[in-house]
């Protein structure tokens, strides 16, 4: 057998693809919403890269209420570095949307364009990542963590009580799944 060389596909994955088989059970109102959803995650992807550019070049947006508008503008305004990887291990990481640290100041920004209500845990984990990561200790520095979501700002400030267990933890089970690698597990 001689096969096709679709060499421009290599690792890409079709919406209507094998190992994502659970569309062979939609019917078309479903198909429907997951490809909207799928549309607006692909949008949300470029969203991202816009505003990383903005704030890289320190472009700020017109003046208003709008999301992306509030969150490129702070950005620029306290001086943030946008998509900065915060790493532990290869178990534990992750890209904060925007992070600054000064005078013992840590900002954490995240941008969600999806509708579906997000969580400031996510925040949570990356000011843990990044104290593990420069090993600093976050009763020792002030915190702001802020989620840009459907035109507002969800603001909070934790403190070490928030952030020390979610440091204890990402530790903890980054020695159990490395001892699970290492025993043949994954």
């Known amino acids: 057998m001689e096969w ?6 290599e690792g890409a994955h079709a ?3 094998a190992s994502n088989y659970h569309w062979i059970n939609y019917d078309k109102e479903k198909l429907l919403t997951v490809w909207q959803n799928f549309n607006a995650a692909q949008r949300g992807t470029k969203i991202h890269a816009f505003a990383k550019e903005a704030i890289e070049l320190g472009i700020k947006l017109p003046r208003s209420k709008r999301t992306l ?43 969600k364009t999806g ?24 009763g020792n520095i002030q915190m702001e963590l802020r989620l840009y979501q459907n035109d507002d700002i969800l603001i909070e400030t934790p403190g070490a009580d928030i952030i020390l267990p979610i440091m204890d933890k990402i530790v903890q089970f980054d020695k159990y799944i490395n001892k699970w690698k290492k025993d043949g597990g994954i």
């Not at 096709?4 to 596909?9: E, F, K, S, Y």
């Open 4 to 9: 096709h060389n679709h060499w421009n596909l």
């Open 15 to 17: 919406f209507l693809g």
């Open 69 to 111: 508008n509030l969150y490129v503008n702070d950005a620029v305004g306290f001086g943030m570095t946008p998509e900065q990887i915060l790493y532990y291990s290869d178990n534990a990481f992750g890209t904060a949307d925007a992070i600054s640290f000064r005078e013992d100041f840590l900002r954490i920004h995240d941008l």
């Open 115 to 138: 509708v579906n209500p997000a969580s400031i845990k996510q925040l949570e984990v990356y000011a843990a990542l990044f104290c593990l990561e420069y090993k600093v200790k976050p």
